[in-house]
Every structure is written in C-alpha cells, then in structure tokens.
C-alpha cells in the first residue's frame, strides 16, 4: 500500500507496509538517519519527529498515520526556533554521546515553538519523555532557558 | 573464546585495574619524562607515512591536508566521554595549531600504533585511560610533527630551524617568510621525524586548561553525527537474533517457514547464539523473528532467581573468604573492642542500556572483511572476528565510528555483537549486514553489573577510634572465566570486584578486605566505574554509620582518617567548602557526603536532599570537587562530572535488573527505569587545580553519589540504608 506524505517540505510516497513505524521508513526506506532507534515502544524519545508541527514518538507512530500530514525530522528543522536551539546546544555543549540529541532538539523546538519562556517545571513536562543515558540534563535545561532568551 | 584471543604481556591490560601502588608505578614508569625535559621518541628512525603506508602522515597520530586541517586520529573510542577533544588539545598544544583547524577521526584496528599503554597490547578504551595514556605520547606526537613543519619550512627558507616560529597554525621567519601547516605538510611528511622532542613548559599552554570548543559538537547538534546504525551500503540487509531466553540455552531447533514467509525477509541462519532472521529492513527482520519458532535446549542454562542467588550470598558471606588485603591483626581487635558495628549492603545487576543498543555493520569480499562500529576494543574484536570468519587479524579492518553510549557494554573481551554481526554475514554470504539489537536485546542480553553483597564490621575502641576493619565481599568475577584471568585475576582475586575497597585509604590500623567469588551463569561485565559503583556505597555509608554511632561529623570523621592523602583530603574539604558543610539547613533538607578515588582521580561529592511530609525526596543539588592532575579541558570535566553523577543517580534511586527461574523480569525503559529530566539535580562541579599527570574522568563521578545520597537521607532520617536502589519513600525522621 502506498503512503503520502510530506517530509521535511517535500511530498514523498512509500509503497511500503502501512505498519511499518514512522522512524523505520524514514530511516531505511528515505535514508534519512539523524532520527534514532533507542526503545522501539515510545518510552525514550530518541526517534522523535514533528507530525503537523507536535512532537511524536515516530518508532511507534504506524507509517500509515502520517498519510497527507507534514513530518518534519531534525534534517528539515527550519525558523528561529529551531535556529535558536540549535545555536545554544551547541554553545552548552549539550551533546556526549549525542544519540539522543535529535530527539532532545525536536521535543525542545516544539516545546519553545509553544512556549516562549517556559519554567523547569514545563521543562521538565516537555522533556520528560526524552531519556538521555549520558544525563545530560543540566545542559539541556540551561540550552532550553539561552534559547528562550534568544528568542525573546 | 578461547586460545585464539591475543593475550597481552602478562600483567600489561591489569595495569588498567590494578592497585593503587602499581597503578602508580605504571604512571610513573610510562610517564618517565617530565615536564619540559627533552624526550626520546620510539619510532623515531622510520617515519609515520612509512609505518602506516599513508603518506600524508606526519606521525601516526597526525595528518596535516593541503587544505590546511589538521586530522589527530583518536586510538580511543569517542562514546560522549570527550576523547577525541581532550587527545586532539593535548595534539593541537604541543604542534601550535589554530583549534579552528583541528579534526579528530578513530584511529584504524592497529595494536603496534594505537595500542592503549594501559592495556598492553590491547587497542582499546576503558578504566577511564584515554587521556592517562595519551598524554605523553601525543605530547612527543605533536612536537615531533610540529618539528617536521619546521625542518620542512627551514629547508625550503634555507633558513636555520631554530629562527622560525610556530603560531595558531602558522610558521613564520623574522625575513619575512611565512606558510600555512597545509602549505608545508607534504614536505613535512617526508622529513625524518627528529630522534628527541622538547616538550612546551607548561606554564605557556593555551589550550590545555582552557576551554576550546567540542569538535563534535556541530555534528551531534544537528542529526549529523554517524553511529553505526546509520551506515547504509549498497545492498545491506538487516539482522536481528533470536537468542535464549535462559542465559546458557542453546538452540535445539528452529522452524523458519513463516519467518520466512514475512514480505522482506531474506534469509535464516543459526549462528552460534542463536538464530539470525536477515531481512532487507530492519521492520521485516523484527517481523520475521516475531514468526521464527525456536526450540531451546536449557539443560546447562542459569535457571535460578536473583532472590535465590542472593540467599545464597547471604550464606556465602557466613564464612571468611579469600584475602584481598590484609593489615595488623583483626581478631586481636575485634576481641579487644569496646563497640563492634555491622551492616550489610546488597547491589543488584544493572544493564548498562547505552541510547544506540549494540549494532555493528559487517561486509564481506574476497579478500577481507570491513566493520563498522562504535567499536570500544578495537583489536580484540578484529581477532574475534578474524576468529569466525578464518581470516588473519590484519583482514578485519575496523572503522571506529562515534558510539550512542556505551558505559563499558561495548567493550567485552568476547565481542559478543561483532561476532554475531560476523557470523551472520559470513552464513548468509549474499550482502553487507547490519545487525541491530532492539532495546528488549539489550535489557536482557546479559553482560550486567555483578549482583554483590557485603558485609562490614568495624571495632571501636573506648576513645570512638576505629581500631579494626573487615569488609568481606561475595559477587561474580568480571574476569573469570576469560583470556584476562590468568594476567588479571591474582591468587583468586578478581582486582575488579575489590576495587575500592581493597585500597581503601582511611588510617584503621588493622583490616581485613575479603572475596567470595561466585559462579552464576549470568554473564557480567564493567559498568561505569566498575567495582567503585558498589565499594564506594558500602565503604561511605558503613563509615557514616559509624560516624554516627560514634557522634562524629562525617566531614571530621573523614579528615582525621584521610591525613595521609592530601588529594582525597583536597577534594573533600574544598566539596565540604562549596556545599556550605556544617551550616544550618532549612526543613527538609539534609547533607550527605562521599570521597572516592576511583581510576587515580579522586572525587567528592555532597548531596542535598529534599525530603517532603509524605517520605518522598529528591535530590536537589551535588556539589563536586573533582582532582584528575592537570585538567586538560575543564568544560568536559565538569560535564563528564556532571554525566557521572547522573548515571550513578540512576542506579540509586531506579530499581535493578532481578531474575525469576532464570528470566530476566525487564524488557524496555518502562520497567527498566533510568533517571529522567525532571529526576536530575543542580550540579557544581569544582576543580581542584593540581601538576599532576593528567587521570580519567570518564567514571570517578559515579562512585560517590550514591553514597553521599544514602548519607543524607540517614542524616536527616535517622534510618540506615543498606541497598540500592534506596527507597522511594522513608520514613520522616
């Protein structure tokens, strides 16, 4: 069964099985890899994408749920937003291992496109789901609240 | 696994755990050359373009390209902990590059250049070595290629070498001439590569002790970043195995037909752990090893239940074990007591669960064999590999790529994944393969931080002195049972498991530190920080509950314990310092300290938590001081602190892995839990400045957590906590 939809600006279709997750169709049938494989059940973030602009867990979003919607992974972040986390994840040196990072970045520009000036507390709400083994928490709260300034 | 695995030097990979005493020996001898002096250099008379058949090498650690970047090749594995920055600031110092112009790559699988001095022979990363190792000999590698840059730049100036200058990448003559690294790197490479090297003073370093950016950080800020599973190779297939429920179970037999008949699955194989379902994606293997049926024969398998197997270390830690160290007399003390404190402590098996589960890429051709992979032992899995598929060592080559983590999983002396991605390709034969653990893989894949128990007796006298110390342990060794045992484990003592606690600095006149070695078929390995992540926990909290069954502050306490190590009493007093120790604390809120040497680098630590009417707490801030000699790169030191501390919280407040009859009871991060955003403390991490040579800092962060936590929470609660996890909730004191 084909699926349409568009990925990071451009409409794509994939003659694939329609159960087929999200991350894996992205990653092996596109050949876009930045998106990554951490838990396959929703639980670690790692493969997190925008669909219609909110973040999703793609390696449990069916290939078949995103038929004429807008997927956008960490190659096709564009705007201020996701300039502005980009820029201070860099200066924070947020990144060890960095496998979870396209995940973190995608769940930080969405919470940012939402929220301007968000609190740890929404920090922590936003972040949540996203698990970073290298704990690279504290980089990661103090890059959302330098983002949030540059974008103030 | 057996005859076929390259045993190093006897006593070389032990210099990676040994004691202290020896460790230091080891330091002393391998860093014979001191600050500043001239240093021999050992390859001196072939040059590096000779040694490695690549010509653009000036030594075999650097390569200088016409356009004007500077290449350092990392033998260490980059896994997040900041290896390639730190090895290419030691490169870039002693050369006088620009930091915009340096890169770092992984090393190729090359025992003779890339050999960790740590381990021996052994190319490999771990024991927190990557910048202990590193410092002297890429000090001599940058000044000797800094050197052929200028015999290069002499000799096309006719100009005498000693006039010329080298800046931020630039040479320079006081007539005016000037070139670039690039404009002169190919006549550099031809140079003969100087006999002896001066070493910069280090008075005038500019990068080292500096901040200078991460050279990954643009690549994993922006999906860029290359991990093994993002290899893609023309024709690659996908593999996933269906290995035994039971650790020990084999395959008696397998029907593949519906795996087989799974849309996208290309082939079945046995492989010898299990069967391997190939697909040309990953969702079809996953499909297909959901339709393979395998019959296992479990008749050698570990069938017993972590509660079961830690009764029977409960009983086992009844009698005395094997020494493992053993000072003054301990029953003349025990007897002559005034006061005789005990206490058990019980750590369970922890998975390691790095964010990129195991995963190499594997390709066959005529001639050879090419892997890639975030490859932590790079010469032992090349012999392993070369091993299964018939071919010699030097027809595996190894491409290091950056690993999603790892925290010691990738790094087993079986190279249990390669050699599975091995001998996938070489039974299905057609493509490249890709094998990919899922994360249920990884949970139950075995390889765990041991389980243990300890018990500790501490003799008081009348004054409140200890006067007698005996700490016995009962786990599984990390090294029995592998080629390391007869190098690593000395007269039945497994360094790994008495880390910690065998070197144990506190003034106690006499003490006894013993080990039970038990045989479980749960395979084990290194886990951050080794056998610190369970010393450093009984050996902290048995020293506070002694603090407080003597009505000592724990800070004294320790102070008066430490006076003969200045580097542990540093670390505490400047932690104790920065935490604001002894002031008063609002409702709450309670204090709790740990030190820990751990890999030659000492750390303390100070915890503060937060405890809530209905017996809930949180940690809310660590306060760290941290001595690792010379800091290299003090932003990566604080965030390897930082990471430490994050992974041992972990540890401290997530349950373990159990067993039941053998089945590990976890599966997947929603009942294997690790520490979350909102979970993490406010951290500071201190430095304590120090001209000593440069140690690790990879793992020290992790031991002392834990520890100051359980002491907190005792502080404030008046109970004792004797195993990790601690509890969720406690009683209000």
Same mark, same amino acid.
């Given at each position: 069964?084909?699926?349409?939809?568009?990925?990071?600006?451009?409409?794509?279709?994939?003659?694939?099985?329609?159960?087929?997750?999200?991350?894996?169709?992205?990653?092996?049938?596109?050949?876009?890899?930045?998106?990554?494989?951490?838990?396959?059940?929703?639980?670690?973030?790692?493969?997190?994408?925008?669909?219609?602009?909110?973040?999703?867990?793609?390696?449990?979003?069916?290939?078949?749920?995103?038929?004429?919607?807008?997927?956008?992974?960490?190659?096709?972040?564009?705007?201020?937003?996701?300039?502005?986390?980009?820029?201070?994840?860099?200066?924070?040196?947020?990144?060890?291992?960095?496998?979870?990072?396209?995940?973190?970045?995608?769940?930080?520009?969405?919470?940012?496109?939402?929220?301007?000036?968000?609190?740890?507390?929404?920090?922590?709400?936003?972040?949540?789901?996203?698990?970073?083994?290298?704990?690279?928490?504290?980089?990661?709260?103090?890059?959302?609240?330098?983002?949030?300034?540059?974008?103030? | 696994?057996?005859?076929?695995?390259?045993?190093?030097?006897?006593?070389?990979?032990?210099?990676?755990?040994?004691?202290?005493?020896?460790?230091?020996?080891?330091?002393?001898?391998?860093?014979?050359?001191?600050?500043?002096?001239?240093?021999?250099?050992?390859?001196?008379?072939?040059?590096?373009?000779?040694?490695?058949?690549?010509?653009?090498?000036?030594?075999?650690?650097?390569?200088?390209?016409?356009?004007?970047?500077?290449?350092?090749?990392?033998?260490?594995?980059?896994?997040?902990?900041?290896?390639?920055?730190?090895?290419?600031?030691?490169?870039?110092?002693?050369?006088?590059?620009?930091?915009?112009?340096?890169?770092?790559?992984?090393?190729?699988?090359?025992?003779?250049?890339?050999?960790?001095?740590?381990?021996?022979?052994?190319?490999?990363?771990?024991?927190?070595?990557?910048?202990?190792?590193?410092?002297?000999?890429?000090? @001599?590698? *940058?000044?000797? +290629?800094?050197?052929?840059?200028? &015999? $290069? %730049? #002499?000799? !096309?100036?006719?100009? /005498? =070498?000693?006039?010329?200058?080298?800046?931020?990448?630039?040479?320079?003559? @006081?007539? *005016?001439?000037? +070139?670039?690294?690039?404009?002169? &790197? $190919? %006549? #550099?490479? !031809?140079?003969?590569? /100087? =006999?002896?090297?001066?070493?910069?003073?280090?008075?005038?370093?500019?990068?080292?002790?500096?901040?200078? +950016?991460?050279?990954?950080?643009? &690549?994993?800020?922006?999906?860029?970043?290359?991990?093994?599973?993002?290899?893609?190779?023309?024709?690659?297939?996908?593999?996933?195995?269906?290995?035994?429920?039971?650790?020990?179970?084999?395959?008696?037999?397998?029907?593949?037909?519906?795996?087989?008949?799974?849309?996208?699955?290309?082939?079945?194989?046995?492989?010898?752990?299990?069967?391997?379902?190939?697909?040309?994606?990953?969702?079809?293997?996953?499909?297909?090893?959901?339709?393979?049926?395998?019959?296992?024969?479990?008749?050698?398998?570990?069938?017993?239940?972590?509660?079961?197997?830690?009764?029977?270390?409960?009983?086992?830690?009844?009698?005395?074990?094997?020494?493992?160290?053993?000072?003054?007399?301990?029953?003349?003390?025990?007897?002559?007591?005034?006061?005789?404190?005990?206490?058990?402590?019980?750590?369970?098996?922890?998975?390691?669960?790095?964010?990129?589960?195991?995963?190499?890429?594997?390709?066959?051709?005529?001639?050879?064999?090419?892997?890639?992979?975030?490859?932590?032992?790079?010469?032992?899995?090349?012999?392993?590999?070369?091993?299964?598929?018939?071919?010699?060592?030097?027809?595996?080559?190894?491409?290091?790529?950056?690993?999603?983590?790892?925290?010691?999983?990738?790094?087993?002396?079986?190279?249990?994944?390669?050699?599975?991605?091995?001998?996938?390709?070489?039974?299905?034969?057609?493509?490249?393969?890709?094998?990919?653990?899922?994360?249920?893989?990884?949970?139950?894949?075995?390889?765990?931080?041991?389980?243990?128990?300890?018990?500790?007796?501490?003799?008081?006298?009348?004054?409140?002195?200890?006067?007698?110390?005996?700490?016995?342990?009962?786990?599984?060794?990390?090294?029995?049972?592998?080629?390391?045992?007869?190098?690593?484990?000395?007269?039945?003592?497994?360094?790994?498991?008495?880390?910690?606690?065998?070197?144990?600095?506190?003034?106690?006149?006499?003490?006894?530190?013993?080990?039970?070695?038990?045989?479980?078929?749960?395979?084990?390995?290194?886990?951050?920080?080794?056998?610190?992540?369970?010393?450093?926990?009984?050996?902290?909290?048995?020293?506070?509950?002694?603090?407080?069954?003597?009505?000592?502050?724990?800070?004294?306490?320790?102070?008066?314990?430490?006076?003969?190590?200045?580097?542990?009493?540093?670390?505490?007093?400047?932690?104790?310092?920065?935490?604001?120790?002894?002031?008063?604390?609002?409702?709450?809120?309670?204090?709790?300290?740990?030190?820990?040497?751990?890999?030659?680098?000492?750390?303390?630590?100070?915890?503060?938590?937060?405890?809530?009417?209905?017996?809930?707490?949180?940690?809310?801030?660590?306060?760290?001081?941290?001595?690792?000699?010379?800091?290299?790169?003090?932003?990566?030191?604080?965030?390897?602190?930082?990471?430490?501390?994050?992974?041992?919280?972990?540890?401290?407040?997530?349950?373990?892995?159990?067993?039941?009859?053998?089945?590990?009871?976890?599966?997947?991060?929603?009942?294997?839990?690790?520490?979350?955003?909102?979970?993490?403390?406010?951290?500071?991490?201190?430095?304590?400045?120090?001209?000593?040579?440069?140690?690790?800092?990879?793992?020290?962060?992790?031991?002392?957590?834990?520890?100051?936590?359980?002491?907190?929470?005792?502080?404030?609660?008046?109970?004792?906590?004797?195993?990790?996890?601690?509890?969720?909730?406690?009683?209000?004191?």
């Amino acid at each position: 069964m084909a699926v349409t939809f568009t990925l990071n600006g451009k409409s794509v279709t994939l003659d694939a099985d329609p159960d087929m997750p999200l991350l894996w169709a992205v990653r092996d049938e596109i050949g876009l890899t930045g998106s990554k494989f951490g838990c396959g059940m929703a639980q670690c973030g790692a493969c997190t994408m925008h669909v219609e602009g909110e973040p999703v867990r793609s390696c449990s979003t069916p290939l078949a749920a995103v038929e004429g919607q807008k997927v956008t992974t960490i190659e096709g972040l564009a705007g201020k937003v996701a300039k502005a986390v980009e820029t201070a994840w860099i200066k924070h040196e947020v990144a060890q291992c960095g496998y979870c990072q396209s995940g973190q970045i995608m769940s930080a520009v969405a919470l940012l496109s939402s929220n301007r000036k968000p609190s740890d507390g929404d920090i922590d709400e936003a972040m949540q789901g996203n698990i970073c083994r290298c704990a690279t928490y504290v980089r990661i709260r103090a890059a959302i609240h330098d983002a949030a300034r540059t974008l103030a | 696994m057996t005859e076929q695995t390259p045993i190093s030097r006897p006593g070389s990979l032990a210099d990676a755990k040994m004691p202290k005493a020896s460790r230091r020996r080891f330091l002393q001898g391998a860093g014979a050359a001191s600050l500043g002096l001239v240093v021999g250099f050992h390859w001196a008379p072939r040059n590096a373009a000779a040694m490695t058949g690549r010509p653009e090498m000036l030594t075999a650690f650097i390569r200088i390209a016409p356009d004007n970047t500077v290449t350092v090749l990392s033998k260490h594995l980059e896994m997040g902990q900041g290896s390639y920055t730190g090895l290419a600031t030691i490169v870039a110092e002693e050369l006088d590059a620009d930091w915009a112009q340096i890169r770092a790559e992984g090393a190729p699988a090359d025992a003779k250049l890339y050999a960790n001095l740590a381990f021996g022979t052994v190319q490999g990363t771990g024991g927190s070595t990557a910048i202990a190792n590193s410092w002297d000999q890429l000090r @001599k590698a *940058g000044a000797t +290629a800094r050197a052929m840059l200028v &015999a $290069a %730049a #002499a000799q !096309q100036w006719k100009v /005498p =070498a000693g006039e010329i200058t080298v800046a931020r990448g630039v040479l320079s003559h @006081k007539s *005016g001439k000037k +070139a670039s690294f690039g404009q002169l &790197a $190919a %006549a #550099a490479a !031809q140079q003969t590569p /100087p =006999a002896d090297v001066t070493l910069k003073d280090p008075a005038k370093f500019q990068y080292i002790g500096k901040k200078v +950016a991460r050279l990954d950080a643009v &690549a994993k800020s922006t999906g860029k970043a290359q991990y093994a599973l993002d290899v893609r190779l023309p024709g690659m297939a996908t593999a996933l195995v269906q290995r035994a429920p039971l650790f020990g179970g084999k395959v008696k037999s397998f029907d593949a037909a519906a795996a087989k008949a799974v849309p996208g699955v290309l082939d079945v194989v046995q492989i010898s752990n299990g069967v391997a379902v190939v697909a040309k994606n990953f969702w079809a293997a996953k499909l297909g090893r959901e339709a393979l049926q395998v019959e296992w024969d479990d008749s050698a398998a570990e069938k017993r239940g972590s509660e079961q197997i830690m009764a029977e270390y409960k009983e086992l830690a009844r009698q005395p074990g094997l020494p493992a160290r053993k000072d003054g007399d301990v029953d003349a003390a025990f007897a002559g007591a005034a006061k005789i404190i005990e206490a058990t402590y019980d750590f369970p098996y922890l998975a390691h669960a790095p964010m990129e589960p195991l995963d190499c890429v594997v390709k066959l051709d005529g001639d050879g064999c090419e892997i890639w992979a975030g490859d932590q032992f790079q010469t032992i899995d090349q012999m392993n590999a070369a091993r299964v598929l018939g071919l010699k060592p030097e027809q595996v080559k190894i491409n290091t790529l950056y690993a999603g983590g790892s925290f010691g999983r990738r790094a087993n002396i079986v190279s249990d994944y390669i050699v599975e991605g091995a001998e996938i390709a070489k039974a299905y034969g057609k493509a490249p393969v890709r094998l990919v653990w899922t994360r249920e893989d990884d949970i139950q894949g075995g390889r765990y931080r041991p389980m243990y128990h300890h018990t500790l007796k501490a003799a008081i006298d009348a004054q409140g002195n200890i006067t007698a110390w005996q700490h016995r342990i009962v786990g599984q060794s990390i090294l029995a049972g592998t080629p390391f045992e007869a190098v690593m484990v000395k007269n039945g003592i497994d360094h790994t498991s008495v880390e910690g606690a065998a070197n144990l600095p506190y003034a106690i006149p006499n003490m006894s530190v013993e080990l039970h070695t038990t045989k479980v078929g749960v395979p084990v390995l290194w886990w951050r920080s080794v056998g610190s992540t369970h010393t450093a926990f009984a050996t902290e909290v048995f020293l506070d509950e002694i603090a407080a069954a003597t009505r000592q502050d724990p800070v004294a306490l320790r102070r008066k314990l430490l006076a003969k190590h200045p580097r542990h009493l540093g670390v505490l007093n400047l932690a104790a310092e920065k935490a604001g120790w002894g002031k008063p604390l609002a409702k709450g809120r309670m204090r709790g300290v740990a030190v820990h040497e751990s890999f030659s680098s000492f750390v303390a630590e100070v915890a503060e938590v937060v405890l809530q009417p209905d017996g809930s707490w949180k940690v809310d801030r660590v306060v760290a001081a941290v001595d690792c000699g010379i800091p290299i790169n003090p932003d990566i030191i604080r965030a390897q602190v930082e990471s430490g501390i994050g992974f041992g919280l972990s540890a401290t407040i997530k349950p373990g892995l159990s067993l039941t009859d053998g089945r590990v009871d976890q599966s997947n991060f929603h009942d294997y839990e690790v520490l979350r955003i909102h979970e993490m403390p406010k951290i500071e991490v201190h430095i304590v400045p120090s001209k000593e040579k440069p140690t690790g800092i990879g793992e020290p962060g992790t031991p002392p957590v834990a520890p100051a936590v359980a002491n907190a929470l005792m502080s404030g609660t008046r109970q004792v906590f004797r195993a990790l996890p601690l509890p969720e909730a406690v009683k209000s004191a």
